[in-house]
């Protein structure tokens, strides 16, 4: 049996790739986007910073669809205003979109359960966006996101803005790491991606990747640095200095990714990334039953 590999891709768009930090118009920047992100091409697209988008009754959003060929099938809006949305290609279908538990959550996180060529049981994925301010809060919405991936029989991937340093992000760095120490960043950084360790010193906040960790989800980017010894994919993704931009897959999943990807450009303060995976090499011994 063979299949055509299923490509992913996550972007935080920055002011939804129409504004500056200040909120000066930027007309062009969305186009430079989305010629980024159409030279992927990918089956399933995950965008966070997106509330300009739906404004003036989703004009934005309209654009962006016609500019990529895709339908948009999950729309994020939580306690905050930032927003997600998750948008498919023609050939992934779905069934279910989950998202009653939007509220309760910053980003308002939907969990999509798509239809995959070649796979026998459903993919749940999302489009992540956790909350730079709280690091406690950002745990509980992990905790939700790792409970829902898992719900729908175990093959699960959240992908975007995690905002909080991977387990590979370490200080003091090493030759080829890229990690800023605490007086490289901004003091609202410092407030939640570091934190202060019983004898009074800083230390980079690992919590919510060790959440993730434990909870048996596996980090893309390190699965595939750890099998391609490629250390270059580890390097740092947003301006904060961390790679705070990925995917964490479900275990049965990881077997079957086969690259990963970490796009550079102008056009937002955060690359793009992109996974690819072959639904043939899922590791399909090790379904969760859900009780």
Not at 45 to 60: F, I, M, S
Not at 117 to 139: D, I, K, R, Y
Not at 192 to 207: F, Q, S, Y
Request: with cysteine; charged share 20%.
């Amino acid at each position: 049996m063979t299949t055509t590999p299923v490509t992913l891709m996550a972007q935080n768009l920055s002011h939804g790739g129409t504004r500056l930090p200040d909120g000066t118009p930027d007309p062009h920047r969305l186009d430079r986007l989305l010629q980024v992100i159409g030279r992927v091409a990918p089956d399933v697209l995950c965008l966070q910073e997106t509330w300009p988008l739906l404004d003036h009754n989703r004009q934005g959003l309209a654009r962006v669809e016609k500019s990529l060929g895709l339908r948009t099938i999950a729309v994020g809006q939580g306690r905050s205003a930032t927003g997600t949305l998750l948008l498919l290609s023609d050939r992934i279908g779905w069934s279910q979109v989950e998202d009653r538990y939007q509220p309760a959550s910053w980003t308002g996180m939907s969990i999509a359960v798509l239809d995959i060529p070649g796979m026998a049981a459903p993919l749940a994925a999302a489009s992540v966006h956790l909350t730079p301010f709280s690091a406690v809060g950002a745990e509980n919405d992990a905790a939700y996101l790792i409970n829902r991936l898992h719900r729908y029989g175990g093959y699960g991937v959240g992908a975007g803005d995690f905002n909080y340093p991977a387990l590979t992000d370490r200080y003091p760095a090493g030759p080829d790491r890229h990690t800023p120490g605490p007086e490289d960043v901004p003091p609202y950084n410092r407030a939640t991606r570091w934190k202060t360790t019983p004898d009074g010193a800083l230390a980079i906040n690992h919590d919510i990747a060790h959440l993730f960790s434990r909870s048996g989800m596996v980090d893309v980017a390190a699965h595939m640095a750890d099998l391609t010894g490629d250390t270059s994919l580890l390097r740092p993704t947003g301006k904060g200095g961390f790679r705070v931009d990925g995917f964490q897959v479900t275990g049965p999943l990881a077997p079957a990714i086969t690259s990963y990807r970490a796009i550079g450009h102008d056009h937002s303060d955060h690359a793009g990334v992109v996974m690819t995976f072959d639904p043939i090499l899922v590791d399909a011994t090790a379904p969760v039953v859900w009780k």
